[in-house]
């Protein structure tokens, strides 16, 4: 139901350039070689006729119901065994073409209607903010896209694709695992209080999430895209999509779109006044199959790489080198908004928290991309990379902050922490916070 959705939201978001990426050549040669050209060949094939029509059609019956019977008696034998199986192995569903792809359809649209009528729960319509310095907080929360933990050499990677954020004052969690395996499912959960048990993406948008509560107890908030769109999730604050009116003679604009870098340029702006702010940049990350078209030329550091629209036409280590040079991109991009908040942190409370919507398969046993549902996807799509930046300074005054989020380095972790840990952030008090699931405390 998750590929519908990405489908049904793409088309919704006027995602052309999503599209396009997906709208190869091969898939077209694909389509004319293995769909198009075997129906016109049978197509030329020409059919007997029978001298009365129920005749043909009574042959045909006869042959269907002989195969009814069949296959019925099959698993009346079997019946025992066939249960037990479908039963322990409920995901062979999903290879049930063109059934599954139907009933999902149906179960998409289903659930869509039933959002439409339901109405709109307000949330933390108690919250404040009860700080215990008067110095300002300025925070960034970055949405990373398509990145896997295990590609990142802060978690042991043996490529160094971390070199600038290893170089940070950061506490980076291992063992951190996602909502979904897609942008459509994942981004709304990362900020939603109904939690990956109860969560779907129709009951999450018909409530408030934690930037409403954070916005209500006075934390400006602003939400930057560089995506496809924020999913819904930034409705009811300030928001701007680059991908809308792109300047295509900007340094940082290539025919595919802007480099995340450029979700940069106009931070500054939204540092007007004196009340708290929280800046959430959609970044594009290592969205794919176009790894390639990610980063700009200088970070093509690990060669040669894949430069095709289709990574299975590459080789194994072409895509990964592709794909480890959009981590080293993400690394340089992460680090220099570290740097920008760096400039202002005399002057308030700083941080960065960064986590990435999903994860991707790069090929193993055949599986690309991501999307797989939850039960049979692979860990390469879930377990992705999450970190928190402070100024140094910040934790040599809060050496209890320090050792407390250590123990939690290698400690089970899910989407689930976000909001909580965003309203412990900006120490706001509500009856939706819990405190266990606050990642500094
Ligand atoms: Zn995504």
């Known amino acids: 139901m998750d590929m519908i959705r990405n489908t049904a939201e793409t088309v919704r978001d006027n995602n052309q350039q999503e599209a396009r990426e997906l709208l190869s050549l091969p898939l077209i040669l694909h389509l004319l070689l293995w769909g198009i050209v075997p129906s016109l060949a049978i197509a030329l094939i020409p059919v007997k006729r029978h001298r009365h029509w129920w005749h043909g059609a009574g042959i045909r019956t006869a042959y269907a119901v002989g195969l009814v019977v069949i296959a019925t008696g099959l698993f009346v034998v079997n019946n025992k065994y066939a249960t037990f199986f479908s039963r322990e192995n409920a995901e062979l569903k999903v290879y049930i073409t063109p059934l599954f792809a139907l009933h999902s359809s149906y179960r998409y649209f289903k659930t869509f209607h039933a959002g439409q009528t339901q109405p709109f729960v307000t949330l933390g319509t108690d919250a404040y903010q009860q700080k215990s310095t008067p110095r300002r907080t300025i925070g960034i929360m970055v949405i990373g896209e398509t990145a896997r933990a295990d590609h990142f050499s802060l978690n042991g990677y043996a490529r160094l694709t971390n070199p600038r954020l290893s170089q940070q004052a950061l506490v980076n969690f291992q063992n951190v695992t996602s909502c979904g395996t897609s942008t459509a499912y994942s981004v709304p959960c990362m900020f939603s209080f109904l939690g990956q048990a109860d969560y779907s993406p129709e009951a999450a948008d018909k409530q408030s999430n934690v930037l409403d509560v954070l916005q209500h107890a006075g934390v400006k908030v602003v939400w930057i895209d560089n995506n496809s769109s924020c999913k819904g999730v930034c409705t009811r604050i300030e928001n701007t999509n680059m991908t809308q009116n792109a300047n295509p003679n900007d340094d940082l604009y290539s025919d595919h779109g802007y480099y995340d870098e450029a979700m940069l340029t106009d931070l500054p702006r939204y540092l007007a006044g004196d009340q708290d702010v929280l800046i959430v940049l959609h970044t594009l990350g290592s969205h794919g199959p176009t790894y390639h078209k990610r980063y700009p030329p200088e970070f093509a550091q690990f060669q040669p790489y894949c430069q095709h629209d289709t990574p299975h036409t590459c080789s194994?280590?072409?895509?990964?080198?592709?794909?480890?040079?959009?981590?080293?991109?993400?690394?340089?991009?992460?680090?220099?908004?570290?740097?920008?908040?760096?400039?202002?942190?005399?002057?308030?409370?700083?941080?960065?928290?960064?986590?990435?919507?999903?994860?991707?398969?790069?090929?193993?046993?055949?599986?690309?991309?991501?999307?797989?549902?939850?039960?049979?996807?692979?860990?390469?799509?879930?377990?992705?990379?999450?970190?928190?930046?402070?100024?140094?300074?910040?934790?040599?005054?809060?050496?209890?902050?320090?050792?407390?989020?250590?123990?939690?380095?290698?400690?089970?972790?899910?989407?689930?922490?976000?909001?909580?840990?965003?309203?412990?952030?900006?120490?706001?008090?509500?009856?939706?916070?819990?405190?266990?699931?606050?990642?500094?405390r």
């Open 316 to 440: 194994s280590a072409e895509v990964i080198n592709a794909y480890d040079n959009t981590i080293l991109y993400t690394d340089y991009v992460l680090s220099k908004t570290i740097d920008w908040l760096k400039s202002h942190s005399d002057q308030a409370d700083t941080f960065l928290l960064y986590a990435s919507d999903h994860g991707e398969s790069l090929g193993e046993n055949g599986i690309y991309l991501h999307g797989l549902p939850y039960l049979l996807a692979p860990k390469a799509q879930t377990h992705i990379p999450m970190f928190l930046w402070r100024p140094e300074s910040y934790w040599q005054q809060n050496p209890q902050a320090w050792s407390l989020l250590q123990n939690k380095k290698q400690a089970k972790l899910s989407h689930d922490h976000l909001p909580h840990s965003l309203l412990g952030l900006y120490a706001v008090q509500t009856t939706v916070y819990q405190t266990e699931l606050d990642l500094s």
